[in-house]
Nanobody, 123 residues
């Protein structure tokens, strides 16, 4: 499975961005999907996930109520709507695919990774 993330950019605090991840080369609906982020000098951390069916969507506490993950199995895409952005959201954002039914917070559960898209939130 190949993953291509897009939609990053520079935005002021309080603004919004919508990230997209396009999948190809596999059966997209057979994968749970996740978004992770990695700030400068930091570990890559879980942000949000979505199960194969889209019914289960875990979030990191730091983004609950501000970010929304969704998927379109017909279009082989997963999106991350980010609202009320804060400077601490600045990071490279990566989408990832897991063969599990349910998205987990562990990087080890994800077999495929996109290249990352940069999000910068200015104060």
């Amino acid at each position: 499975v190949q993953l291509q993330a897009s939609g990053g950019g520079l935005v002021q605090a309080g603004g919004s961005l919508r990230l997209s991840c396009a999948a190809s080369g596999g059966s997209f609906s057979n994968y749970a999907m996740g978004w992770f982020r990695q700030g400068p000098g930091k570990e890559r951390d879980f942000v949000a996930g979505i199960s194969r069916s889209g019914l289960s969507t875990p979030y990191a506490d730091s983004v609950k109520g501000r970010f929304t993950i969704s998927r379109d199995n017909g279009e082989n895409t997963v999106h991350l709507q980010m609202n009320s952005l804060k400077p601490e959201d600045t990071a490279a954002y990566f989408c990832a695919a897991s063969p599990r039914n349910i998205a987990t917070m562990s990087k080890r559960e994800y077999d495929y990774w996109g290249q990352g898209t940069e999000v910068t939130v200015s104060s």
